[in-house]
Structure formats: structure tokens, C-alpha cells
């Protein structure tokens, strides 16, 4: 049953181009058996966001779709055997992964197979792949049922919940019989948590009211983001006090004019998402060059973001700027990873903030 289902989606996979007009069942090529065959014992039932999903035995071929996924993966001690990037990358593997894959790749020690972009992951390849398990983002392609069809599958729709890391770290790691580690990676997330507390303890005292925004051109809307999120819950643990606009959503857009009624804030942390520049540094990474995609990230991100706040005569008038006490972060650090590995960097931004 297993490997006609596959059949379905690799004929799928070969015929997507021309918009899947062709039913799977039409298709009389041979069966291929796309997944190793697991032991029907010790099998469960795990909810996640887009449904349930049964997993059977120890997986031990997993597949990733998006950054997110891939920190918590790795946060378990699991390499890929294949990733799907959130942003374009043109090899067929990642043989150079600390090159290739911005803030994580000095976790990877493998090769992934490259899977495509995390929003339209190539099911020809995952299907030649045989994951026995794949663990992902919900994205816009809507390609769950297909997905399914190819291995057992796990999908979150927002990251950026506060809690919801924890949540489907405890789901990946009953899928690959880790429930123990998962309990460890949390507590150990929390004892970091703690020390940034105690580390930064004078600052928070001093000044407390943290504004976090999202930004890339002053002349678009920036959002501002609230404690009832992944940031939120970070930020708070180390004491701050999240500066938001009275009943925002998670991620509630401003525009500059009305930034001054946020200026209660003692700091604000800005973080650029220049996605064009992410683009065009892993499209056109030079593997030979001295500065890492990290470094080149860390320029290109902000870069926009940070001319803007500086000619601004708004900006510049907030209390913040006055003080000096602006600082520019990455988008895809702080609030695209969503993970623990995600969370360590940011603790040490922090520091590298406030404690230099």
C-alpha cells in the first residue's frame, strides 16, 4: 500500500509542471517503493497543526522543509538527509553547509540533498530521497496531501507563537523516540534563559521598556512586535518589558508617523528583513569568500533599514535615538530560526548589545 501511494505522488511530482491534470491512478508504470519499509509495531498517533500523523518504528531518514524545522531537528542530535531551504540555493547538495546555510550550517555534518525552496519543495526529489519521516512548515503551496503520500508528515502554521517551538519540538522528537532529549533541549533553553536574566539584570534595571520592531524601508509600514510571541516570550524571560501598541496582534504594523506614541521605550531593537538581499547572497554566494553568508547577511539585511533611521527627523526625535540605544539585528536571526539553536544566538547578541 505504502509504495503505491508513493507511485501516486512521484507521478505527481514528474507531472506538476503541467498543473496535475493527470490522475495517479491513470498512471500504469511500475510501483516503486519510495520509503523503507518500518515495523508495524510501535507505532503512534501525533497531532499536529494540518492533522494526525501515525509513525511507526525509529525513523532515522528525515527530511526538512524550512529553517525553522531544520533547528529543531538539529536541536535533537538528528542530521537531515535532506533540507529545503526558506531561501534559494543552486547545488544539488550542501557540501559546504556552513557556507551554504546562514546561522545553522556549523550545526550540520552531513551533506542534505537540496529539496528546493521551503514553500515549493520538489516532491520529485523527496520521493527519491524515501524519508521516512518529513517535518515542516505549512506553507502557501498547500502540498500536505502530497506530502503525506510520500511519508509520514509534520506541519506547523506559526512559528512565531509564543510556546509553539516547545510544542512541536516535543511532537518531532515522539516521532523519532526522543521524548527525553526533547524535555533536555527545553530545560536547557530555560537555563540560558535564566543566565542572560541574571547577565543582563543592570541593564533591564536601567532600562527596562524594549521596543522590537520589523523593518526594512521607513517610507513601508514597520510592525512592532508584542510579547504574546516567540520574541516576546524570549525578551520577557531576560526581563525586558515589550513596548506594543494597546490590543495589537502579534505583529502589528506602524507607520512612522506614529511611532512617537511608543516612545515610552527605553531601547529599541530593530530588525531588518531586507529578503531581496537573502536572495541574492545564496544565489550568488562565492564559497571562496573571506566573509561567511552570516557576515554577508548581517551587512545586507540592515543595511536599508539602518540609512533610513538615521535621516529620519521622526526617528531620530525618539528617546532611543536620543540616548544612543538603537541597535539593528537580522530578520532571519532573530525571528525566522524560532528554535533553541535560534535563541542561543540571540542571548548572544544581547550581550553583545548591552554588555560590551
Not at 11 to 29: Q, R, V
Not at 170 to 193: C, F, P
Amino acid at each position: 500500500m505504502i509504495g503505491w501511494l508513493v507511485l501516486s505522488v512521484l507521478t505527481a511530482g514528474l507531472i506538476i509542471g503541467c498543473g496535475l491534470s493527470e490522475s495517479p491512478e491513470s498512471d500504469p508504470s511500475p510501483t516503486v517503493d519510495a520509503s523503507p519499509q518500518l515495523p508495524d509495531t510501535d507505532c503512534r498517533v501525533l497531532e499536529h497543526d494540518l492533522g494526525k500523523t501515525e509513525v511507526c518504528g525509529q525513523p532515522q531518514n528525515v527530511a526538512v522543509i524550512g529553517v525553522h524545522s531544520l533547528d529543531l531537528l538539529l536541536s535533537l542530535g538528528v542530521q537531515p538527509t535532506g533540507y529545503a531551504a526558506s531561501s534559494p540555493h543552486g547545488g544539488e547538495i550542501f557540501d559546504q553547509p556552513v557556507q551554504q546555510i546562514p546561522y545553522l550550517g556549523h550545526l550540520v555534518t552531513t551533506q542534505p540533498v537540496n529539496l528546493g525552496r521551503g514553500g515549493e519543495p520538489s516532491l520529485e526529489k523527496l520521493a527519491a530521497l524515501k524519508p521516512d519521516l518529513i517535518v515542516g512548515e505549512a506553507s502557501r503551496s498547500d502540498n500536505y496531501d502530497l506530502l503525506t503520500q510520500i511519508a509520514p508528515t509534520l506541519q506547523w502554521q506559526n512559528r512565531m507563537a509564543k510556546g509553539q517551538w516547545q510544542e512541536s519540538l516535543q511532537t518531532i522528537a515522539a516521532a523519532l523516540g526522543q521524548d527525553e532529549k526533547a524535555a533536555a533541549v527545553i530545560q536547557q533553553y530555560e537555563a540560558r534563559i535564566a543566565a542572560a536574566h541574571a547577565d543582563l539584570a543592570d541593564v533591564v534595571a536601567a532600562y527596562p521598556k524594549l521596543l522590537l520592531l520589523g523593518a526594512n524601508r521607513l517610507d513601508e509600514s514597520a510592525f512592532v512586535i508584542s510579547e504574546d510571541s516567540y520574541l516576546g516570550e524570549l525578551l520577557g524571560g531576560v526581563g525586558f518589558q515589550l513596548v506594543s501598541q494597546p490590543n495589537a496582534i502579534d505583529t502589528a504594523p506602524i507607520s512612522i508617523e506614529a511611532l512617537p506614541e511608543l516612545n515610552d521605550a527605553d531601547t529599541i531593537i530593530i530588525l531588518g528583513y531586507d529578503f531581496d538581499a537573502i536572495n541574492e547572497q545564496l544565489e550568488n554566494s562565492n564559497l571562496s569568500d573571506e566573509a561567511s553568508i552570516d557576515e554577508r547577511l548581517e551587512t545586507q539585511q540592515v543595511k536599508a533599514i539602518k540609512q533610513d533611521w538615521e535621516a529620519n527627523a521622526i526617528a531620530q526625535s525618539l528617546t532611543a535615538s536620543q540616548a544612543n540605544r538603537v541597535y539593528f539585528a537580522t530578520f532571519y536571526k532573530w525571528n525566522a530560526l524560532n528554535g533553541p539553536a535560534g535563541a542561543e544566538l540571540i542571548l548572544a547578541e544581547l550581550r553583545q548589545f548591552f554588555l560590551k
